[in-house]
């Protein structure tokens, strides 16, 4: 695995004031997405999804985590990646049954896929308990537009993306121009103008400084210590557990007698959570549902 995989790793112009992110994720796409039986098209989407996400977790600058959830009456019916501070990664993706999307399996486009529909982008402050929303337009040319348009709206920072994935790799680049500083307009728009020339063969194949050094060769960056990502899903029993208590005793009861067992799989990983009737016993004995810290999704 080359050194750079599996990090967002920032650089800064050195004579303005504009940041540019690369993110190559390998192995931390490959567990992410192993467990989900999706098409070609709903992989390659769900990775754009989960390299943007990990790209804007690491504006978080608190204890918490971001939840992107795209929602659509198209084909493509959910899209969803969490990202803690920590740069702890999952998603999932859920496409309408025979659906075809293998439009989207070789470039950034959500027409024909994403009919009316929205992207909730939710920072969690977790230890505060303070959540922030925005919400953004699916715009049907492509993921990265939608996220630029939100960058726009809710942080107003210019921000430019480019999303590229395959069953391998998930990759993004994002160039912003942050506030302050004395940034030309002119700079800007060279930069973007250099970046808009990276294609989605070059996001995947080439690391965060051969990404850099391909656009930027002729500009003065500097390299900022990257930041791994992983993959990571916060499933728990206990967190099962709890939302089989919400669900009712006579519920459980049921569902153990028409199978034999209940079986809870998580979403995101695949882990299967299983309980016997012993088990649905325990659940109950005291009579007073637990909360856990988390729900499962
Ligand atoms: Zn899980």
Redesign the pocket.
Known sequence: MPAMDDQVVPYLFEHASIRVQVVRLTRAWQMLHRSHDLSTGATHMLGRCAAATALLATTIKFEGRINVQLQSDGPLRLLLCQCTHELGL?GMARVADAADLSEAAGRDSLQGLAGKGHIAITIENTREDKRYQGITPIMNDSLASSFEYYFDQSEQLPTRLWLAADAQTASGLMIQRMPGGDTREEDWERAQRLAETITADELLGLDAQEVVRRLYHEEDLRRLDGRPVRFY???ARHSVSAVLQGLGEAEVQDILAEQGRVKVN??????EYLYDHVDAAALFADGTPQQGPDR?Q
């Open positions: 999952r899903c916060r499933c998580c979403d995101f990983c695949g882990e499962v």
